[in-house]
């Protein structure tokens, strides 16, 4: 579902300015990089930590969602959700998948993410409190995704940029999804449209804070940029974001929670109020109101799957030799 | 009206069934299984809405798939014990599936057969899915059966606390005098062959169950399906009339 | 780290008439699990008909460093039919 700006990746590398100057070279004649191809120790760090906490995000992302399923309205949108959740986890897997092939093992990233060393996207920190919530997911958060996703297709390093194509693909409908389900629900009874405007109001900031720190303030984001790893800045796609949901809310009738929210015809886009970063950095260093739970369930079925995991692999050695036993 | 009754008791286990596995989605043992799960619980709500749909066109009451599926209770559930048993552990959940799927693909296979088009048209895509669900949880049950010495205790904890539900699997409930829907009782020996041949490789043993529990075609179920319902139920049934 | 899942590669042939082609990675613990998760997590909208699936350990790459070596040496141009000068009149050939 989702990359939040990049946090707290160390690009400093040791190579020779030789070396550096070949590697930017090609990078710059937009050439991919695969995963034996010789690469700055920086490039591969800062890769294994922004394809890590995007994984991690997927497989959080996972739970705040799925904490509906269970609860659907109707079975068609059960389905529907259930099938995004499951899409949610496919993301994962293919991004785990990319960032293995940089040399570390998904079980290594899962530990680091049980043990809250590895940082994910905050927005997954929040609760999901009402059915709304479904909705304003879907179309505010894979809104806010699909605008960081789309341009990390073109990433310099090869299998981040064939995962991401495939996670651009698959996700189209996630967005129409959740629009569809606030559509729905400004339309319906006053508690229905109650329900989308309060689900409006407490995820429209965190999702454009899903951007990241203001360009002043991203302290990585220029070796990133002339990796070509990122392609736009933070405050670009927010721009982006914002200009893009503005008319969609209004044409379903929804308030954006931000008095601030002004047209700038001289721009050509809309002038957002402050973000409480404040509540950004907290919510980052794992003091969001879902962080434990979130840490605490995926520990959980980690844990609990174990004995599952061991008895698989004790079969395939049995197989194994009792394949061999017979040859 | 035998055929809406029949058609109810086939949707109910259906969705108990799918609602139970989509409660895994984001908890499973592997991130693979994250994905297989939910394909599984897709499958079963795809087949309960069709069979919903159906049954309300049946009935001629105007009820469509969500009235019957989110405003009845647990007395008017007509779901097998065996759909509504809780997840338990890994082991539990695969071998609810495989008891299923396994009494499932023989009863679509006949169903090919009806004279019904709806039933007709039902069973040719669900035989399939139920296929792939017999694989699936049959390659797991074999795995734990035969893996660890806590796979395989888990898996006979399973089999005592599901074999005693899957001989309502086989009663003709609503369906007795339904000639559109296949003969539940001459299913068994099929599915006592694809369980003999699986536990078979999991080093399991299919037991004798003197006292088999029965009771859920009555809407007489165990106690956890209406927390189930609670739950499933609870969104929709709090703004009457709302579309979703 | 023991004790952890092989890695598979996954190949799909999305219809008869094409080869297979690489589409991702899987973890399982053997080939019939592996085949079940390739299933599960990279056909779920129709993507293929058949699935190769190859322990990624199995897997013999060619050296990035000998790029040069492999795949440049002097073009042999006489390999492509523009080499050859046929006049016009005698058609496509």
Sequence with gaps: MYSQGLIGADGSTGETPEFLEAFQKRIDAEEKIEPNDAMPEGYRRTLIRQIGQHAHSEIVGMLPEGNWITRAPSLRRKAALLAKVQDEGGHGLYLYAAAETLGVSREEMTEELHSGKAKYSSIFNYPTLTWADIGAIGWLVDGAAIMNQIPLCRCSFGPYARAMIRVCKEESFHQRQGYEIMMELAGGTPEQKEMAQDALNRWWWPSIMMFGPHDADSQHSDQSMAWKIKRFSNDELRQKFIDATVPQAEFIGLKMPDPDLTWNEEKGGYDHGPIDWDEFWRVVKGHGPMARDRIRDRRKAWEDGAWVREAALAHAEKRRARKIAAE | MPLFEALLELADDHVVLGHRVSEWCGHAPMLEEDLAMPNMALDLIGTARTLYEYAGKVEGQGRGEDDLAYLRGEREYRNCLLVERRNGDFAQTMLRQLYFAAFMEPYWTAAADSADETIRGVAGKAVKEMAYHIRHAGEWVIRLGDGTGESARRMAEAVENLHLYTDELFEAGSAADVDVLPDRAALRPAWEATIDHIFGEAGLSRPVIPHPQTGGRNGVHGEDLGHMLAVMQSTHRAHPGATW | ?93
């Design chain 3, 1 to 93: 780290m023991a004790n952890e899942m092989p890695l598979w590669e996954v190949f799909i042939r999305p219809r008869n008439g094409l080869s297979h082609k690489h589409c991702g990675s899987i973890h399982a613990a053997d080939e019939v699990m592996a085949l079940q998760a390739a299933r599960d997590v990279y056909t779920r909208r129709g993507e293929g008909n058949s699935i190769w699936v190859v322990l990624s350990s199995a897997i013999t790459a060619s050296d990035p460093d000998q790029a040069g070596e492999n795949f440049e040496p002097g073009e042999k141009i006489y390999r492509h039919p523009t080499f050859y000068e046929i006049p016009e009149e005698v058609g496509n050939m």
